[in-house]
Each structure stands twice: as structure tokens, then as C-alpha cells.
């Protein structure tokens, strides 16, 4: 075979060689000319070329897609990327948009209709001239759901429990134009439905897949949270005039109807038929029970007022708890901001990832009830941990806190750990109930041979289920002897050996007994896999009656290690009065280990997109225009950002900055509004977790906005986390200065954490009684306060406060010691300069109180952490945040004549700006200039100059002079402040212009240090010009520079 081989070849060769002349001679057999062969070989070669670039094109396009993640970690590569790992802030969103399944929809539209149609008229109505003997005159007159169809605004898969299951998320939106007529003849009463809205997320369950068309066994659909509903109702007052509907309510109707969209409800379409599965999908088991330790609340607002508001009081606090459909209610407790309920509760999960437990705090008032606070907490989270216990953050409750222990337990099939389980629910004190130690699910199928009562008169058999005091009951099954119900329901099981399963089945609405069943439930202990699937024979019925039920049973096992920990502490717990004769006083603080772990979010709320106009004009009949604004939720505070006339599509550009900790459950929350005069109308809303925040530093997205028919929002949030090193504070202070916004606080620069430990020697009140202590801390115009001690002259708090610093040079903490009374028993200043002097940017030990005793001191720990973002890391480079402290750079000396703030500029010029140039002739002028891409405008700082010329004996007023030229108009003209009477300036203003970077770069920058000439007079003289061509100088980097100034006379 080797031999043979480069024989082979030269065949091969030889072949292909003839085959080149293989043309040439069919077309002298042919008969045909040169002309004919070199058209021939032209197209041919056309073919082949098209061929070549067809394959070149697909080649890069799979070479593209499959490099793509690495493209992005190279692009990342001066980030620091490690190989193999994307970037921290490079975000993938996992929520599809489907417009081509909304296009499928918008063209199914029509065929649903018809659908709707003949479901209500042949099913619906008349199940409901069956339930109410008023209502047998009812029917539908009109049902038309027009023209406007549901939309898919994302879609999220997740990976199922099992492998024959997929979840799919849907965030639909129905805004429909439908109208459903109804009358009610022998009431002559008309009503419907003209109108409606519904918004939320759905779940669609495909389950089981099979191996056989069409895949997929049967659809389950459910909403996990009650949907936004919204029904427009026309004549319904006359409806609810009908007797047997007097009760009712528009709301009731409204939550009646939601509540059925959600778990435990499921709507099942099954797609096979016989799908044995069926019963099981409709109803399955739960993936477990979470069980709330309502432990107690601190720091809540005072919500109850005297005197029109003069008088403050307190609050009468209690918790609403909801998973789903699933609501509990504690009791009240008057008179307090600081609740303890010490109450537990339990509640059925059925999906995770996706349901959320939800607390609201209300105080109790005769009226209405006022909100003091919200939080909500993924169940997936607590499937994870097993146990959650943490002091969770209130939105929209200021400084509030609610501590929950939240522990998941698993769903046994077996009681081999039932002992253990009772044993364990003996050491809980739970109220109002004791714990559970098992659920029972009863499945409800059908019944048979049912009794007749009365001869020719068929029973409407309803099934009621209980266990102790807890009873359920099933719907209604008119004119039948054999009803189906194919219904679920779950009980909790405190103890399962000694406790019964009631049944009854009876005739509704006489409420006559049809039989009755009584089931001991230690029967199911000792059935296989807890289970009783059986037709049972009910009694005092007839003698072929029989219900046919499946009855489960699962042990509630805790899996998790008892470590008997006390729980976490929070800001303002209170400790018991610590004793004046204790032992020595602690040379050092012990905070909690939680303490200082903040981070800093940087919320950049950008622009909208695509908002839905509410401001109609002429009955709608005009079509306007919104005046959208943002409300921004997060850790309990409110931001509310400037309305945007007339747009659509708003550019915000602002900014905002809080400080969280990494306790799950909290959110983002984005609610758009249009402003109007009366009532604002709602423009949508969305939300990123704090969670996702703080595992990728940087989420920058566009989120599409929740309960509304179109619009999205561009949102970049980042985290900050705090440094112990100076190395990079001054290029901090100089990026935060190129981001400010316009509009909007100055950006924080650091986070100073503040833990007061306790006082010492505090002066006596009047009669030698010690006092009753508080601390206010301040910082700028932010200040908090402290719990009140019991009187003792050595109080300890034991608590953490943070502050957001801008300018950590020149701020101050500033302290009081007050007695309860009102009296200062002593104060503290401690300058922020201190600290940055500090080792580790930290002070630690006893400080002495002013204005107090001789003696008097207090124990606190202070520390600052610069925060650092990612455009300071990519100007700095990575390697100056492993570096230790580096001593601040002292301002630069100036004359004895300079009165500017030479400190402030200083900290504005990053660290590696260059060198100042020789001093020349007339002085030197220092800018920064800038491109700020997010706002798209062009930023100029006037930082200050040195060592000007004057014209005269007498010291100058100088100011600075800028014009964006070539144009000399209002519009590009911009100046600085006066300063009185110097030659060396500080101004470190900021201007801005609103150019694109192309225009930019075209235009030329005019600078002139003026100065006025008397009070009277409106002369200025010039002492320097400066004329910058912006297409020598990089925009992007905004660096800062020194630039001798030239004479008036001088050209450009």
C-alpha cells in the first residue's frame, strides 16, 4: 500500500490535468469557436468566485459566533479579566424579546375571539344559570374581544425540577379594546365589560415531555404573583342589585377574579388525550413550606400625630405576611416603634425560582391604615440557605428594619424522622399556632352513586374537608349524582398519629348530608410512600356510594444544623443598661462583624424609550404626549427624579447613591409616572435585584417596563466599595468632578462608618441622678440619633451609623451627648482629615467630650473607605488599589496675597497630572476638558491661575472668560466668579456645553483672565488669553493641564 501510494498521486495529477483540456476538446467536437470557450470559462470563473466569497462569509460568521465571549474577554483584557473569566461587569440579560411570537398572536387574534365566543355562551353561562336560581334568565349578548391582542413583552426559560419539565416566564401585557354585553331578562338588568387591563408575569409549566408528537404532554399556566387587573365595568351597579349579589362589591369581583389567576390555581390544557398524569399536573405537591419567625421590628416611623401634626407620637405597628394567595395577619401592638410579635407562620411553597414572601407593616389607625414599610424575599434564596435569619431593610420605611428568621423544610415520604420532627416542635414557643410537623394534600376526584333525596331531582353535591378546626370546601356540581370535582386541598399537620380527616359530602344549598367519611390519618403513616389512592365507601349514604380520593402525607423536616446563635444584631437593637460597676472600661470598641461591610450603589438613571402617551387631548380623540419622571426605590428611600415635558423618549442624565448590605430580598424599583395636575398617570416600572448588583459590580441594561402596554428603561447601577488607602482619592475626587451631573448632588467620594460603643463620666443631673442619655451624630446636613439609655453615667449604645462624604478634606463628624431632657451632656468634632491621616484610614479608642465633665469621654470606632468606580480604575490601573496609604500631597504655597481656597484645588487634580510648566510671561491658567458621553456635552473646569501680571499697583479681581468659538453668541459664552484682590486665583468651576463630540472637535476654545477695573465702571482689562484648538487635544481621558497665557494682542 506504501509503494503504491505516489503512483496514486501522479494519477491522480495526470487526471486533473486532462480534465482542464476536457473543454477545449468538446468544443472543437462541437464545432464551436474561441469566442464561445473563453465565454464559457469566464462564467465559469464568475461562479467560482461567487462560490469562494459565500463560503468566506459563512466561514466568518461561525467564526464569530463561536469567538464572540472571547472577543468580549479580550476587549476586557485591560480590566484586569483573569483568562477564562469574563468580566465582573459584562452582563448577558437572560430575558428574550418575542415579537415574533407577538406577531403569531396579533394574526391568531380573530380565531381566539371566536374561541372566547362559544366557550362563554355554550359553557360558561350555563354554568352560571346553574349556581344561583336569580340568575337562570342569564346570558351573553355580545362577546367581541377586538382588535387589540395580548403582547409578550420577555420571555425568560428556566430549567425545570426534573428533566421532562421546562419553564418558560412571560411578562404579557393586555391593554384590549374587548367588550362582553350580559343581561339578566328576568331583572331586566344589563351589564359588561368594555375595556380591561392585565399585567403580569406567567408561568407556562411543559410537562411531561414525551417521546412522541407533539412532545409536549399537557400546558400548565399559572401567575406566581396577583397580576396588575384592571376590568372596566359597565352597569354594575344594576348588576349588584341583583338579589343573592346585594353583598358583593366591584372589589371583591376584582380580587376574586385575580385571585383565581393565581397559585395554588393552575390552568391546564392538556395536549394528549387520556393523559394519565392529568389529576397530578392540575394539582401537583409543593416543593416545600417556609416557616416565619416574625421576631420584631426597630426604628419604625411615628405615624400617629396630635394636634394637626404639632405633637408627634408613635405608631400601633403589625405585619401583614402574602405568598401568593396565602395571607396571615399579626396582632397590634400600641404605642411603640420598636415591636417585638415573637409569632411564627407557616407557609405552602409551590414554585421556586419565583414566589416571594411579602410583609407590609401597617399602623393600626380608626381610618385608614398608614404603611410603615415594605420588603419582600426570593423563596429560592431561603431553598438555598435553608436558613435566612437577617434584620431585612423597609422600602419606603426610612431607617426601618424587620428581623425574620426564615427556615425551609423539605417534604419527606416517609415518617422514619417523624419522632424527631415533634421532638424538635416541642422546644419551638410558636403563637398563634404551634408548629406543623406534616402536610396532608387531599385530592378530590369524583364520587358515585350518590343518594337521591327526592324522586326525579338530581343533588348538587359539594364536599367539605377538615381537619381539627380548619374546614375546606369544594365547589359546586349542579344536577348530577356522579359529580367530578378533580380538586385539591392542604392542611397542616401538628400531629399526624393522633389527628383526623373529617369528610362530608352534602347537597347544597340545603346543606342535607349525602354521606360522610372519617379517615384516621395514622392510617397513611403506615401506607406505602404515605399515600392512599382508593374509592372509599362514604357512610350513613347509600350502599353503592363511594369517593374516590387521594390522600398524601409528607413529613416537614428541618435540614439544617441547630447552632443556637442569638440573632444578628441591628442598628438601634436595644441591650440591657450596662452596670457602673463593672469591670475596667475596654481600651478598644467590639463592633459587630457585620459592621463596615456597607457597599455604596450608584444608581445612573439614563433615558426612556417608547412611553406611553397619557395626555390625550379631545377625548382621547388627539393623541399627545407624556411629562414623564422616575421614582427610584431602594433601602428604604425615595429619589424622584425632574419631569421631562412632552417626550416620549426622556433623557434623564441624573444620578443617585445610597448605602445597602448584602441582605437578600432587596430591589431597585424604577416607577415612571406622567405628571398631570390632579393625578399622575402611570407610565410602567421594573426593577434589578441589589443582589445582582453587588455579585456583578455593574449591571447597564435596558429594562423593559412591567404592567404597561410598550416603553423600556436605559439604567447603569454600580457598586462602590469602600478602600482603606488614599492612593486613589485625589483621582476619585477629579473623576467625580468630570461625572457630576447638572443637575444633582455632588457624588460621594467616600463612606465613613460610624460605631458608637459607649460614654464614660457623663456630667450629673440635678439631685446627683444620672442621666438618660442619647447620641446625635451629623455629618453636613445628614444626622441620626441614637437609641435613648436607661439613666446611667456610662451608657452604652452599641450601634453603627454610615455617612456618604464628598470631600473627605474638609468635612467633619460632628457629635452631641444629650440628656433626654434636652440638656448637652457634651460634644465632639472630629475633622475627616484625621482619619485620613490614620493608619488603615481608622481611629479606634476614647475621645474627650467638650463642654462636659472633666472626665467625660466616649468610646467610638471610626473609619473611612475611599470609593473607588471603574473609570477610576481604568484611568488609575488596578495595581494603586493593592498599594498601602499614601500621604496627601500638600497644596501648593501660595502668595501672601492668594485668598482662594488652595486646598479645594488641590484634591480636584488627579495625582497624575502633569508638572507645572516654567512660569511664563503673563501666567498660567489651569484647565480640564472633557467629553461626558453619557450626557453628550462638552465640560470645561476652571480649576484656578498662577502667578498672573497685574497692570497696575493694585491687586486684580480676577475672573475667567470662556467662549466655544467660532460662534460669539449667549449660547457659547460661559465665566467665572469673581476673586477679590489676588494673583493667583482658585476658581474649580465646572461648564458645560451641549455639542456632539464630531462638533466638538471642530470648534476652538477661547480663554481670558479678565479683571475688573473700579465698582463703576463696566471696562475689564485683560491680563491673558488662551486659545485651544479641541482637535489637538484627547476629550476622552479629561486630563487636566497648566497653560501659559498669552497677550490680548496676540492672534489665535
Known amino acids: 500500500m506504501e509503494r503504491r501510494g505516489p503512483g496514486l498521486a501522479a494519477l491522480g495529477a495526470l487526471g486533473r490535468r486532462l480534465l482542464w483540456a476536457l473543454p477545449a476538446y468538446a468544443a472543437g467536437l462541437l464545432g464551436l469557436g474561441a469566442g464561445a470557450l473563453l465565454l464559457a470559462l469566464a462564467l465559469y470563473a464568475g461562479w467560482r468566485r461567487r462560490r469562494r466569497d459565500r463560503e468566506r462569509g459563512l466561514r466568518l460568521a461561525a467564526r464569530l459566533q463561536s469567538d464572540e465571549e472571547a472577543a468580549v474577554r479580550a476587549a476586557a483584557a485591560g480590566l484586569g479579566a483573569a483568562r477564562g473569566e469574563l468580566p465582573a461587569w459584562v452582563s448577558f440579560p437572560d430575558v428574550e424579546r418575542a415579537e415574533w411570537l407577538n406577531k403569531v398572536l396579533a394574526q391568531a387574534w380573530p380565531f381566539f375571539g371566536r374561541y372566547m365566543e362559544k366557550l362563554l355562551v355554550e359553557k360558561v353561562a350555563p354554568s352560571i344559570r346553574a349556581s344561583n336560581t336569580h340568575l337562570q334568565t342569564f346570558t351573553f349578548t355580545k362577546v367581541d374581544m377586538g382588535e387589540k391582542p395580548l403582547r409578550i413583552l420577555g420571555v425568560r426559560a428556566h430549567p425545570g425540577a426534573h428533566k421532562q419539565q421546562i ?102 390544557v392538556p395536549l394528549l388525550p387520556d393523559l394519565p398524569e392529568a389529576a397530578q399536573l392540575r394539582c401537583p405537591l409543593p416543593r416545600g413550606v417556609v416557616r416565619v419567625h416574625l421576631r420584631g421590628a426597630r426604628d419604625l416611623r411615628a405615624k400617629d400625630r396630635f394636634m394637626g401634626g404639632l405633637v408627634g407620637g408613635k405608631s400601633d405597628p403589625y405585619a401583614v405576611l402574602r405568598v401568593g394567595t396565602q395571607v396571615v395577619t399579626s396582632r397590634v401592638i400600641d404605642d411603640n416603634l420598636n415591636p417585638t410579635w415573637d409569632e411564627v407562620y407557616e407557609f405552602i411553597v409551590h414554585e421556586v425560582p419565583g414566589q416571594e414572601l411579602e410583609v407590609e407593616l401597617l399602623d393600626k389607625d380608626p381610618d385608614q391604615d398608614d404603611l410603615l414599610g415594605r420588603m419582600k424575599v426570593d423563596l429560592g434564596e431561603v431553598l438555598k440557605a435553608q436558613v435566612l435569619e437577617e434584620w431585612f431593610p423597609l422600602q419606603e420605611g426610612g431607617r426601618g428594619r424587620l428581623l425574620l428568621r426564615l427556615e425551609w423544610l423539605s417534604l419527606l415520604p416517609d415518617a422514619s424522622k417523624l419522632d424527631q420532627v415533634l421532638e424538635r416542635n416541642r422546644t419551638i414557643v410558636a403563637k398563634p399556632d404551634p408548629p406543623s410537623a406534616a402536610i396532608l394534600v387531599v385530592y378530590l376526584d369524583r364520587a358515585e352513586e350518590l343518594p337521591v333525596k327526592k324522586p326525579g331531582k338530581e343533588p348538587n353535591p359539594v364536599v367539605q374537608v377538615s381537619v381539627q378546626d380548619v374546614t375546606r370546601e369544594s365547589k359546586v356540581v349542579y344536577n348530577t349524582s356522579a359529580p367530578v370535582w378533580e380538586d385539591a386541598f ?125 395626555d390625550n387631548l379631545f377625548g382621547g380623540a388627539v393623541r399627545g404626549r407624556s411629562d414623564p419622571y422616575a421614582k427610584v426605590r431602594v433601602a428604604g428611600g425615595v429619589f424622584r427624579s425632574r419631569v421631562v415635558k412632552e417626550n416620549l423618549n426622556p433623557r434623564w442624565n441624573e444620578v443617585y447613591e445610597v448605602i445597602v448590605d448584602n441582605v ?38 435596558w429594562l423593559p417596563l412591567e404592567d404597561v402596554k410598550s416603553g423600556r428603561l436605559h439604567v447603569r447601577l454600580e457598586k462602590l466599595s469602600p478602600h482603606p488607602s488614599t492612593n486613589l482619592l485625589e483621582q476619585v475626587l477629579h473623576t467625580n468632578n468630570l461625572l457630576q451631573p447638572h443637575r444633582g448632588p455632588e457624588l460621594s467620594a467616600a463612606l465613613l462608618s460610624v460605631f458608637m460603643d459607649r460614654a464614660a463620666d457623663l456630667p450629673l443631673r440635678k439631685g446627683s441622678k444620672p442621666p438618660a442619655a442619647f447620641a446625635t451624630l451629623a455629618v453636613r446636613d445628614v444626622s441620626v440619633k441614637t437609641k435613648t439609655c436607661a439613666p446611667s453615667s456610662e451608657p452604652v449604645w452599641d450601634e453603627g451609623f454610615s455617612f456618604l462624604i464628598k470631600r473627605p478634606h474638609v468635612e467633619s463628624l460632628e457629635l452631641q451627648v444629650t440628656e433626654e431632657g434636652g440638656q448637652p451632656l457634651g460634644t465632639l468634632s472630629l ?45 488609575a490601573g488596578s495595581a494603586a488599589l493593592a498599594g498601602g496609604d499614601a500621604a496627601p500631597q500638600p497644596a501648593e504655597a501660595s502668595g501672601d496675597e492668594e485668598s482662594g481656597a488652595g486646598g479645594l484645588r488641590q484634591r480636584l487634580l488627579p495625582p497624575d497630572s502633569r508638572p507645572e ?26 480649576h484656578g491661575c498662577r502667578k498672573l501680571k497685574g497692570v497696575s499697583k493694585e491687586l486684580p479681581d480676577p475672573y475667567v472668560s470662556l467662549v466655544l468659538l467660532p460662534d460669539r453668541g449667549r449660547s457659547t459664552k460661559r465665566k467665572t466668579g469673581v476673586q477679590k484682590k489676588t494673583l493667583n486665583p482658585d476658581f474649580n468651576e465646572r461648564f458645560e456645553w451641549d455639542v456632539s463630540l464630531d462638533e466638538a472637535s471642530r470648534r476652538k476654545l477661547e480663554a481670558q483672565v479678565k479683571s475688573t477695573v473700579s465698582f463703576m ?25 497648566w497653560y501659559e497665557l498669552q497677550d490680548e494682542r496676540s492672534s489665535p
Open 917 to 942: 510648566p516654567p512660569e511664563g510671561p503673563l501666567g498660567r491658567l489651569q484647565l480640564t476638558l472633557w467629553y461626558h458621553g453619557d450626557e453628550r456635552k462638552l465640560v470645561a473646569i476652571v
Open 664 to 701: 437578600p430580598g432587596q430591589d431597585v424599583e424604577f416607577d415612571l409616572f406622567d405628571k398631570d395636575i390632579d393625578k399622575d398617570d402611570f407610565l410602567g416600572r421594573c426593577k434589578v435585584p441589589v443582589r445582582r448588583v453587588l455579585s456583578s459590580r455593574i449591571v447597564d441594561e
Open 1017 to 1041: 465702571s463696566r471696562e475689564k482689562e485683560v491680563l491673558g488669553k488662551l486659545h485651544l484648538d479641541l482637535a489637538q487635544v484627547d476629550l476622552s481621558e479629561g486630563r487636566t493641564h
Open 167 to 268: 419553564l418558560l416566564d412571560l411578562n404579557i401585557s393586555y391593554v384590549g379594546d374587548v367588550q362582553i354585553d350580559v343581561e339578566v331578562k328576568k331583572f331586566f338588568c344589563k351589564a359588561g365589560v368594555k375595556g380591561m387591563q392585565l399585567h403580569g408575569m406567567l408561568r407556562i409549566i411543559l410537562e411531561p415531555l414525551v417521546g412522541d408528537v407533539p412532545i409536549v404532554g399537557a400546558l400548565t399556566m399559572f401567575f406566581i404573583r396577583r397580576p396588575t387587573l384592571d376590568i372596566n365595568w359597565t352597569g354594575m351597579t344594576n348588576l349588584l342589585d341583583i338579589p343573592g349579589l346585594s353583598s358583593m362589591s366591584d372589589t371583591m369581583i376584582m380580587d376574586t377574579i385575580a385571585s383565581y389567576l393565581v397559585l395554588p390555581n393552575r390552568l391546564l
Open 831 to 875: 475633622p475627616l482629615s484625621r482619619l485620613l491621616a490614620a493608619e488603615g484610614l481608622v481611629l479606634d479608642g476614647w475621645f474627650p467630650l467638650a463642654g462636659g465633665g472633666p472626665h467625660s469621654q466616649l468610646l467610638l470606632r471610626a473609619q473611612l473607605g475611599v470609593l473607588v468606580s471603574q473609570q477610576v480604575e481604568l484611568g
Open 490 to 614: 392542604r392542611f397542616f399537620l401538628h400531629d399526624p398519629k393522633n389527628q383526623d380527616v373529617d369528610i362530608q359530602v352534602k347537597d347544597d344549598p340545603r346543606q342535607s348530608s349525602l354521606g360522610s367519611l372519617a379517615l384516621p390519618l395514622a392510617r397513611l403513616l403506615d401506607a406505602p410512600d404515605l399515600t392512599l389512592a382508593q374509592p372509599f365507601q362514604l357512610q350513613h349514604s347509600g350502599p353503592r356510594s363511594r369517593l374516590h380520593l387521594k390522600l398524601v402525607l409528607r413529613v416537614l423536616f428541618f435540614d439544617a444544623p441547630e447552632n443556637g446563635a442569638p440573632p444578628p444584631a441591628p442598628p438601634g437593637q436595644p441591650d440591657p443598661p450596662a452596670s457602673t460597676e463593672g469591670p475596667q472600661r475596654p481600651p478598644q470598641t467590639n463592633p459587630d462583624p457585620q459592621f463596615g461591610t456597607e457597599h455604596v450603589l450608584r444608581i445612573h438613571l439614563l433615558e426612556a424609550e417608547n412611553l406611553v402617551a397619557k
